[in-house]
């Protein structure tokens, strides 16, 4: 049984159930604003927005309108996740290929030239430094589409997505799941009742538009076997400048490489992310940013961003049966795809 309470509707109503959040609705009425707060028994705290995604409470309902009105530009480049699925490790290589290998300084720095758009709005984009890229856990159909703009889209095995999302739930206190276990967790994830939806609608449809001119498809797993080749193919995505340059200086392409990994970007950014969170902002900082630090500061969290970043954590646990269930569930969905012999060569299955 799932509880709601509509926040923002003439009037406040309840309801006692709630079948699995579908996301591919119809975008909202400008003129309604409807905000639902969603939870199952010893499940995390969630909001289904305007009807149309289902996101943590630190998102706001104003930000997520803006990010679906934004107009892209030609020259826009986002990374596109289902959560958990390598968004941040993605962003970082962007940010290192435009910036010639050098990491971050700030947490600031990093957020200007790669916002969040659901969660601070279009104005963020229209501000950010650039080059840089775009990071959003859109779905296809509300992703704002340019054919001019790119869009390098990376999916993970949804063993290991669970078990991230899981931690990053727990440690992110909007959620209100800080004590929550993986099994009612586990169970929120295969009905596809946690945020952004269910994982196998959200992939099928990216996978769907693969071989878009403007899309780059890449698997994480790839990625973590073979970095080099993969940083590689999202430089020349981006722009064949890109990879030119690298090409020409192994110095840099070592560094993209070198600060992209796991424990560089848990080095680097626990103490850049750590001050953001915890310290004023600059008066300078995109009024999305703004509100995001805001809301932050109410729900301060200690969760990192980057864990793990491993194939493979789920075997710590999933039980025998959850596995079977997960891989009955794989087997019917995406039967029609490269997925499962890309899982089975890196021993997902």
Known sequence: MILLLILFAGNQESAETLTPFDSRLQRPDKSSMVVVDVRRPNGPHYQD????????????????????????????????????????????????????????????????????????????????????????????????????????????????????????????????????????????????????????????????????????????????????????????????????LLLENEEILQNVIKYSDVKSMQNYALENFTNFFTKKIEADAPQGLKVFHEVSQKNPSTASFIRKGIVGDWKNHFSPEQNARLEKKILERLANTDFIDTWRKHGVM
């Open 49 to 244: 927005m305007d009807g149309v995604l289902r996101l943590s409470p630190n998102f706001t309902v104003e930000m997520l309108r803006s990010a679906l009105s934004y107009k892209p530009r030609p020259d826009d480049k986002f990374v596109v996740t289902y959560p958990k699925c390598g968004t941040t490790w993605t962003q970082h290589i962007g940010f290192l290929i435009f910036n010639k290998g050098v990491p971050p300084t700030s947490g600031l720095q990093f957020f200007k030239c790669s916002p969040f758009i659901e969660m601070l709005g279009a104005d963020s984009v229209r501000d950010m430094v650039r080059p840089g890229v775009i990071k959003t856990h859109l779905p296809y159909h509300l992703m704002p589409m340019h054919p001019e703009a790119k869009y390098l889209c990376v999916c993970r095995n949804p063993k290991d997505t669970c078990v991230s999302l899981f931690h990053h739930t727990r440690g992110f206190t909007g959620y209100d799941f800080a004590d929550g276990k993986f099994d009612d967790f586990f169970e929120i994830f295969i009905s596809g009742e946690n945020d952004y939806g269910d994982y196998f609608d959200y992939v099928l449809e990216w996978y769907e538009h693969r071989n878009d001119p403007n899309v780059l498809f890449l698997h994480y797993e790839d990625m973590k076997a073979q970095p080099r080749e993969n940083v590689l193919k999202i430089a020349e995505f981006f722009d064949k400048d890109y990879h030119k």
